[in-house]
Each structure stands twice: as structure tokens, then as C-alpha cells.
């Protein structure tokens, strides 16, 4: 097998909590759980001790170096990357209570980071967004009710507007959000749960001070009337819509292929939005499909308001959480369900992994970019660079995920989730081996260039390697 250079080492992730509240990332993407992680616990006073070492530390961000000088003159532009971090396991896909913003600023040609600031006063924060201008990040911020409520902060300013509910926020442009709904009352007759997509005006915040609630009306594009365009799609909804760059009111979407009871008889009907026709309509399959779609449109038509992406030729069946290139040519997803992993034996059981999936746009369709094999050569948990001290002697990786990929200012980088969970106590409620957010670099697929971010951010705070825990990263356009 050939072993990927990765630029940073890796090591365990210890002291686990006993219980928190995670965020599924599943079809009720605004939803929580509560959870039992069943290793080392931490008490109360432990936790609020190092959050406010963090606090302390961060304030120190802008001055502090991260590596030796002497950067290469000709290496690429730095990049701003947001992520989510919070001390050992309180911030991953399962456990989101100390999550906290960091704004990174990233030289992919030194692979060093040059700031490192907390952007957002709080923890409980993920899936950050910074607006193209730099002047506001939105953002979910975990409630009391164990719910995302959507948030808006200017960073000038300090104000916050807190939106209506949804998640996973991108910005369609300075003033404009786009992002995950629910809307049932319009389907009150149905017992269907549907993921809308929705887009809703910020308001003016260079002039406000404290919280303010925004009233602006929201417009659902997807999976609903669209009161602008008259169109109606309630069979199309959609999950975690990507602006694409230079293509105005298109987003990239993955349709849910689920569907429940439509009727009191329980009958299942066929579903009829164009890019699902033919799939199976029940419960049991969860095979996201990736679409690109065009949120003026007054009628689907494929090639002119809609774009399908081929999964079946990279060899899955579903592709969820999209990324668009800068160029608009070239599209990551991550595969979905995941795909079992026959050479990796945990425990007497196969692996199973979430891997990067790429298409390339071809004369309006989208097609694999590297036939039916990932984006590129994703390396084994157990071939990470110090693999020796990623795990402790109890721990096993049962479910290896890179996810949540973003594409970073070029067609050759991503920022993305990498982590790894633990199933033997309870399969709904894994365990953490590890949490990261790592750069990938692809000039050649077969041999990336891991970065981890998560590392570099632990040694610029004085931190021993495995402190944090890191969530959905993200790269500033």
C-alpha cells in the first residue's frame, strides 16, 4: 500500500467525557442527543478550568509564533480557514458542548499558521462561515434546549443576530444566508419529514450593538412553495446547500432519498422530483444524491436549472455534504453510506469508512473524476504519521470518516474532518479515538499531503498533542 506523507504528527486523544450532547449531522440536521461516552470523566470544574486556560491563551494568538521564519517566497497565498475546537472530546460530531470559533491563518506552502484567535466569545459553536467581505461570520451556536439556533456575529461591531432556525449556513453574498430548514406547517397533510433549504436576508449590523432577533422573511428554495419563483418542490428538498462561485442563485445540494408514510394508509408513493425518479422510496435506503440546482428556476429541466451528479460512476450509491471548486469544475462529497473496508480487521470486524468523492463537471453533468475509487488516496488510520500514539491500548477505530470536505482557494486543496470512533460500548453513541481537522493536498492523488491544522493549533498553544478535539472547518472565499 502506499503510504501518504503526512505533514504533522498525530497522537491520542485522552480523557473522554461521560456524557454531553452531540450533534448527529443526520437528516434532522438542527436536532441534538444526549450521550453517554463511558471513558474518563471530567467534572464541571475541570472543564471550565481549561476553557479558561483556552480563553487565556487566546488572547495571546496575534503575537505568539507557530514556526521558525524563512517562508518560502513563492509559496502560495495564506488562507483563512474557521474551525471548531474545544478541549479532548467536547468538540466532534458527537460531543459539540466546548466547541469553540478559531480563525486560522494558513500558508499552504510552509504548512505553518500564522494567527490563531478565538472568533466568537462562547463555546457550543460550529459550522463556521466567514462572509466574503470578512466582516461577519454565521454560525450554529448549541441552546440550553439542546437545540442550533442560527447565529450572526459582526466582528466590528460585536453585534449578533440570531436567525431563524436552521443549519449549516454559507452566504450567498455579503447580505444573504442560505441554509438547512424545517417546514412542516406547509405540509400538514403529510407525515413526510423533509429537509428544506431556505435563504433569508441579514440585517444592516455595522450600526447595532448587543442581540437583536432578525425579522427579515425567509424564502424556501427547495423542498417547498417558493413564494418568489411560484415553483413547488416538495419533493426535492435538500440538505446543506454550496453557493457555487460565479454562478449566480445556483446551489449544490444532496437530496434526501428518504421517504416515510405520505398518507394515513401508510402507502409509500414513487417520488417524483426529476433527479430522484426511479429510486427506491423507502426508510431503509439512505443514499443522498448529490444535485446542482438553479434557485430561480419556474420549471426543472436537466442541463439548464438542474445538474445531475453521476454517483454510480464512482461506484456508490449517495454523496452528501458538497464542496464546489473556485473554478466551478470539480465537486467533493462525502460517500454515503459508508463503504466497508474488507482489509482494515478491528476486533474480528471490517472498518467502515466515509471517503472523499470527486466529480468533474463534463458538458453539464457531473461525472467521477477518478472512475470508481475516492477523490484520492485516503490514508489508513493506522498509517497516520505517529500512528503508535493515536491510539490507547483499549481504543479501536470501527468508523474511519473524512467528511465535511471544503475546497481552500484552488482546485488542489481541501479542509475537511477526520476522526475516528469507537462502536464496542454503544454503536449510536461511539466513543472518540481521535478529532481532527486536517488540510489535504492534491497535486497528486495518489500520494496527498495531509496537514494536520489540529496539531499545529495545539503547538502554537503550548498544548501537548491530542488536547483538542476539531469540527467543521471551513475556508474563507
Known amino acids: 500500500m502506499t503510504k501518504t506523507y503526512v505533514a504533522s504528527g498525530w497522537v491520542l486523544l485522552s480523557g473522554l ?44 494568538s496575534t503575537t505568539r509564533p507557530t514556526e521558525e521564519a524563512g517562508a518560502d517566497a513563492t509559496a502560495p497565498p495564506e488562507r483563512t480557514i474557521l474551525v471548531s475546537v474545544g478541549p479532548r472530546a ?95 406547517s ?23 450593538r448587543g442581540s437583536v432577533t432578525n425579522t427579515n422573511p425567509v424564502t424556501i428554495v427547495l423542498g417547498a412553495l417558493n413564494r418568489e419563483t411560484g415553483m413547488r418542490s416538495y419533493d426535492c428538498a435538500g440538505e446543506d446547500p454550496y453557493p457555487i462561485a460565479g454562478r449566480p442563485g445556483w446551489l449544490a445540494i444532496h437530496s434526501s432519498v428518504w421517504r416515510f408514510a405520505t398518507r394515513p394508509t401508510g402507502t409509500r408513493e414513487a417520488h417524483t422530483c426529476p433527479w430522484l425518479v426511479g429510486l427506491d422510496p423507502y426508510i431503509d435506503r439512505k443514499d443522498p444524491r448529490p444535485v446542482l440546482i438553479d434557485t430561480t428556476a419556474t420549471a426543472w429541466r436537466a442541463g439548464e436549472t438542474f445538474e445531475r451528479v453521476d454517483v454510480a460512476s464512482a461506484g456508490i450509491t449517495g454523496c452528501a455534504h458538497l464542496s ?67 491510539w490507547a491500548p483499549s481504543t479501536s477505530c470501527h468508523v474511519y470518516r473524512t467528511k465535511q ?23 449510536a453513541n461511539p466513543d472518540q479515538v481521535f478529532a481532527r481537522a486536517v488540510v489535504v493536498r492534491l497535486e497528486n492523488p495518489d500520494v496527498p499531503v495531509y496537514i494536520d491544522l489540529t496539531s ?13 478535539g476539531a469540527y467543521t472547518p471551513s475556508c474563507a472565499k
Not at 467525557?17 to 470544574?45: I, K, P, W
Not at 471544503?406 to 460500548?425: I, K, P, W
Open 186 to 208: 406547509e405540509r400538514a397533510d403529510e407525515s413526510d419529514r423533509w429537509s428544506d433549504t431556505s435563504q433569508q436576508a441579514v440585517p444592516a449590523t455595522s450600526d447595532l
Open 405 to 427: 470536505a471544503d475546497f481552500c482557494s484552488d482546485d488542489n486543496t481541501l479542509v475537511a474532518d477526520l476522526y475516528c470512533e469507537d462502536t464496542r460500548r454503544d454503536p
Open 456 to 468: 499545529r493549533l495545539e503547538d502554537a498553544l503550548g498544548r501537548a498533542r491530542g488536547w483538542l
Open 90 to 184: 467536547t468538540c466532534w460530531r458527537y460531543e459539540v458542548s466546548g466547541c469553540e470559533i478559531r480563525k486560522l491563518g494558513f500558508n499552504a506552502g510552509t504548512g505553518s499558521i500564522t494567527d490563531y484567535g478565538r472568533l466568537v466569545e462562547g463555546t457550543g459553536h460550529i459550522y463556521p462561515v466567514l462572509s466574503p467581505d470578512g466582516r461577519r461570520v454565521a454560525f450554529n451556536r448549541l441552546t440550553q434546549q439542546r437545540r442550533l439556533a442560527l447565529i450572526v456575529k459582526d466582528l466590528v461591531s460585536g453585534a449578533e443576530v440570531e436567525m431563524s432556525s436552521g443549519d449549516k449556513p454559507s452566504w450567498l453574498d455579503n447580505d444573504t444566508l442560505v441554509f438547512g430548514s424545517r417546514n412542516v
Open 17 to 60: 467525557l461521560t456524557g454531553g450532547v452531540g450533534y448527529d449531522g443526520g437528516r434532522d440536521g438542527a436536532s441534538l442527543r444526549v450521550q453517554a461516552l463511558g471513558q474518563q470523566a471530567m467534572t464541571a470544574e475541570e472543564i471550565a478550568k481549561l476553557e479558561q486556560e483556552l480563553d487565556q491563551e487566546s488572547r495571546l
Open 324 to 390: 464546489v471548486s473556485p473554478s466551478g469544475q470539480r465537486l467533493v462529497c462525502t460517500n454515503q453510506p459508508e463503504v466497508t473496508v474488507t482489509t482494515d480487521i478491528v476486533d474480528g470486524a471490517r472498518t467502515r469508512w466515509n471517503d472523499l468523492y470527486g466529480f468533474t463537471r463534463d458538458n453539464k453533468e457531473w461525472t467521477a473524476t477518478r472512475g470508481q475509487q475516492p477523490m484520492f488516496a485516503h490514508v489508513a488510520p493506522r498509517d497516520l504519521a505517529d500512528a503508535e500514539v493515536l
